[in-house]
C-alpha cells in the first residue's frame, strides 16, 4: 500500500511539474455574433516574454480589440461566456504599453483590405502560475480599442473567441 501511495504521489508530481514547463499555446478562433471571423493564435514563451502571433480572416478592414478573456469558454453565440477581460492585478483598461492596463489587454489589431490580420507580438504574459492564459480566451471584437475606456474599450461585439489551451 506504502508502494503504490509513493508512486502515485511521485505521479502526480510529476505531472504538476510538467504543468509549470508549459512553453507554447495555441487558440483556434470561432466565428461568434453572427460573423465570419476565424484564425489561429499562438503563444510561445520566448525569454522572458510570451511572443504572440495570430493569423485571423474574415474580419472588416480596419482595427480591432485583441484582449485575452478571464474564461476558457466560448459556447455562447456572443462569446458573453468567455467573462470580463483577464485582470489578474485589477488595473484599468489600456493598451499593452500603457503604465495602467489588464494582463489581457492585447492592444487593436489592424485587417487589411481583403480581411485580413497577421500579429507578431511579444509581451510580458504567462503560460504557467497563477496569472497563465491557459484555460483563458483570446476574443477579438468588432470595432478598434480606444485603449482607455473601463472595461473593454468600447471595442465594440464579440466576433471571434477561442480557449487558451496547452500545446506541448
Given at each position: 500500500?506504502?508502494?503504490?501511495?509513493?508512486?502515485?504521489?511521485f505521479?502526480?508530481?510529476v505531472c504538476?511539474?510538467?504543468?509549470?514547463?508549459?512553453?507554447?499555446?495555441?487558440?483556434?478562433?470561432?466565428?461568434?455574433?453572427?460573423?465570419k471571423?476565424?484564425?489561429?493564435?499562438?503563444f510561445?514563451?520566448?525569454?522572458?516574454?510570451?511572443?504572440?502571433?495570430a493569423?485571423?480572416?474574415?474580419?472588416?478592414?480596419?482595427k480591432h480589440?485583441f484582449?485575452?478573456?478571464?474564461?476558457g469558454?466560448?459556447?455562447?453565440p456572443?462569446?458573453?461566456?468567455?467573462?470580463?477581460?483577464?485582470?489578474?492585478?485589477?488595473k484599468?483598461?489600456g493598451?499593452?504599453?500603457?503604465?495602467?492596463?489588464?494582463?489581457?489587454?492585447?492592444?487593436?489589431i489592424?485587417?487589411?483590405?481583403?480581411g485580413?490580420?497577421?500579429?507578431?507580438?511579444k509581451?510580458?504574459?504567462?503560460?504557467s502560475?497563477?496569472?497563465s492564459?491557459?484555460?483563458?480566451?483570446?476574443?477579438?471584437?468588432?470595432?478598434?480599442?480606444d485603449l482607455?475606456t473601463?472595461p473593454?474599450g468600447n471595442?465594440?461585439?464579440?466576433?471571434a473567441?477561442?480557449?487558451?489551451?496547452?500545446?506541448?
Amino acid at each position: 500500500m506504502k508502494t503504490i501511495l509513493s508512486v502515485t504521489l511521485f505521479c502526480a508530481l510529476v505531472c504538476f511539474a510538467r504543468a509549470q514547463e508549459v512553453s507554447k499555446a495555441t487558440a483556434q478562433l470561432e466565428s461568434k455574433s453572427g460573423s465570419k471571423v476565424t484564425g489561429t493564435v499562438t503563444f510561445t514563451k520566448v525569454g522572458d516574454e510570451v511572443q504572440v502571433v495570430a493569423d485571423i480572416h474574415n474580419l472588416a478592414p480596419g482595427k480591432h480589440g485583441f484582449h485575452i478573456h478571464e474564461k476558457g469558454d466560448c459556447s455562447a453565440p456572443d462569446a458573453a461566456s468567455a467573462g470580463a477581460h483577464f485582470n489578474p492585478t485589477q488595473k484599468h483598461h489600456g493598451g499593452p504599453t500603457t503604465a495602467d492596463h489588464h494582463a489581457g489587454d492585447l492592444g487593436n489589431i489592424t485587417a487589411d483590405a481583403s480581411g485580413t490580420a497577421h500579429v507578431d507580438w511579444k509581451g510580458k504574459l504567462s503560460l504557467s502560475g497563477t496569472d497563465s492564459i491557459i484555460g483563458k480566451s483570446v476574443v477579438v471584437h468588432e470595432k478598434e480599442d480606444d485603449l482607455k475606456t473601463d472595461p473593454s474599450g468600447n471595442s465594440g461585439a464579440r466576433i471571434a473567441c477561442g480557449a487558451i489551451v496547452a500545446a506541448d
